[in-house]
């Protein structure tokens, strides 16, 4: 963000909670295309069991 913009990509600290919020509830997120529970191997930890559902 350069010193010219006055605000930041929010309107408020409120507006911040909320954004978050949905981002925890899962409501939002980065788009994926693949089967449920695929994940790339190298972001997998084989140590955990898999999570069903």
Known sequence: M???TPT???CTSRCQL???GRWF???IGVPFEGEP???P???RDE???ERDG
């Open 18 to 20: 909320i954004d978050l």
């Open 2 to 4: 350069s010193d010219e």
């Open 25 to 27: 509830n899962e409501e």
């Open 8 to 10: 930041p990509p929010f």
């Open 41 to 43: 191997v190298e972001y």
């Open 37 to 39: 529970g695929d994940t």
């Open 47 to 49: 140590t955990l069991p």
